[in-house]
């Protein structure tokens, strides 16, 4: 096995001395063959709680071990705080060891791993072995006590075990991890960490619970009240409660100069400006029920939504979305000082302000907050267009936004469409009769308290309830007398017209 020579400013003097007491003994002047030319790839996932020069030590000794007498190690990739979720080419090292695989100028003949779990996740491994064999790299795991044999059908089985048991793994982590916080938040009230919400700051609880975590020197830490913020707080709530708008906050904050949240604590909001209160500021501090004094988790989550189809990889980007209210956890008692209290907190949430139309007139969506786009997922828009209620999606985009060949269209649907199909559903009304109702208030607060939302996209339409889903799609003979807007009956119409037109008009 090839060793590495220390230099002499990194040899000590013990290292030097030792190095000088070798014994002499006949030597077989045979020269050993090159062998292989090794990458190593290794990975840790966090780097909080671990050291990397350790665990880059042990995995590259494995590997070194495998390989000894084949071949050396002559590059190494190893990803730091990365989990072995993400995919190839999304780990910065083993982006690059992939570019350099299918690069000409490649400087290794195989790859090798010093633990599976380490490396691959799931069906990874499957999918990274057709570019394996297509640049002919091996790739050596000690489970498989060498080289890969991709023919062999019991190395094959092998691996996708290894593959499942690294995918279990994983979710049985998460799955106690999530658990044991959600008791924490829900029994204890403990702070779980994150930035304070403005109006708090942190302060000490104790040392922690965790008896090997005490002895390390952790603290659990407390939201109290930070008297240079919390005043504005009570203030923004009092002055809701009054009728003030949003908007009028976020200006009378600013007019006053006083400091938002990302200007009062510039070193947990590097990512803003801090230069003044915004609309979405206000309404995210009305909407937080942490200043009722309950401590609040999973207000938010975490999805791995599939990125398009980008070659033998299954990519995945991650994006942070509000959980349903059902799913909040929330403390027994109360774990800080309110600076509101509980009634007055909902209280606030029941005030709305609509905008009042240009032309006076009251606009009234009786479907509105039930209507989900079955394209991306998000509740779709009230819109009103040619003078009646309708709704749309715009799939997240926005004009701030630049547009691309990728961008989805927007989806438009009618709301007196929607009506009449809720009321002529096929198999709809054996369980839900009240659907039938001509009073299209009745039948949307019977889809409301029932949680049944009508999902839409181009193709079909249906209601999912909570343990059925009903088709909306109407008999062909109505899409024949619905399917053109008024305007395409008379003669061409203008090209925004046809970009406005409804689904199924």
């Known amino acids: 096995m090839a060793t590495r020579t220390m230099t002499e400013p990194e040899r000590s003097t013990l290292s030097s001395w030792a190095v000088g007491q070798r014994k002499l003994r006949p030597q077989r002047f045979t020269r050993a063959a090159d062998g292989l030319r090794f990458a190593f790839y290794g990975r840790m996932s966090t780097v909080h709680f671990q050291d990397r020069a350790s665990s880059c030590r042990w995995q590259r000794n494995f590997a070194e071990d495998l390989v000894a007498g084949h071949g050396r190690i002559v590059v190494e990739f190893f990803d730091e705080g990365v989990s072995r979720r993400v995919p190839w080419p999304d780990r910065p090292q083993a982006s690059r060891l992939l570019d350099a695989l299918m690069g000409s100028a490649r400087g290794f003949d195989a790859i090798v791993v010093g633990e599976y779990e380490r490396a691959f996740h799931g069906q990874q491994l499957e999918q990274l072995t057709p570019t394996l064999l297509s640049h002919g790299v091996q790739l050596w795991l000690p489970e498989t006590y060498g080289p890969v044999d991709f023919d062999n059908p019991r190395q094959m089985a092998l691996l996708d075990l290894l593959g499942v048991h690294s995918h279990r793994e994983v979710s049985r982590a998460r799955h106690r991890t999530t658990a044991a916080m959600r008791a924490q938040a829900e029994l204890q009230g403990r702070h779980l960490g994150g930035r304070p919400p403005y109006g708090y700051r942190l302060a000490d609880a104790g ?299």
């Not at 029920?289 to 401590?295: A, F, V």
């Open 207 to 505: 040392p922690h619970p965790n008896r090997a975590h005490a002895a390390w020197g952790r603290r659990l830490h407390r939201l109290e009240p930070d008297p240079a913020t919390a005043p504005h707080v009570r203030w923004i709530f009092e002055q809701r409660l009054a009728g003030r708008s949003v908007a009028s906050i976020a200006r009378a904050l600013n007019d006053t100069d006083v400091l938002c949240p990302s200007g009062a604590d510039p070193a947990r909001n590097p990512h803003r400006t801090g230069r003044q209160w915004m609309l979405t500021t206000v309404a995210a501090i009305l909407a937080n029920p942490r200043y009722t004094g309950r401590q609040v988790w999973n207000r938010q989550r975490t999805d791995r939504d599939a990125l398009p189809d980008e070659g033998t990889f299954d990519r995945h980007h991650e994006i942070q979305r509000w959980s349903a209210s059902t799913d909040w956890v929330i403390s027994r008692e109360i774990a800080h000082t309110p600076l509101v209290s509980e009634e007055r907190f909902v209280a606030v949430q029941a005030i709305h302000t609509a905008p009042t139309p240009a032309d006076g007139i009251p606009r009234c969506y009786v479907l509105a907050g039930v209507i989900c786009c079955g394209v991306c997922g998000r509740i779709m828009d009230s819109h009103w267009v040619h003078g009646r209620p309708g709704y749309r999606c715009r799939h997240g985009n926005t004009s701030t936004r630049p547009t691309s060949s990728r961008r989805q269209k927007t989806f438009y649907v009618r709301e007196d469409h929607l009506l009449d199909r809720i009321r002529h559903g096929r198999g709809l009304h054996r369980r839900h009769p009240a659907l039938r109702s001509p009073d299209p208030e009745k039948l949307a607060a019977y889809l409301r308290t029932n949680n049944m939302i009508i999902v839409c996209d181009h193709h079909a339409w249906t209601i999912e309830a909570e343990t059925a889903i009903y088709p909306l799609t109407p008999a062909a003979s109505f899409l024949a007398t619905t399917a053109k807007i008024p305007a395409q009956r008379d003669g061409d119409c203008s090209k925004r017209e046809k970009k406005s037109r409804f689904v199924g008009k």
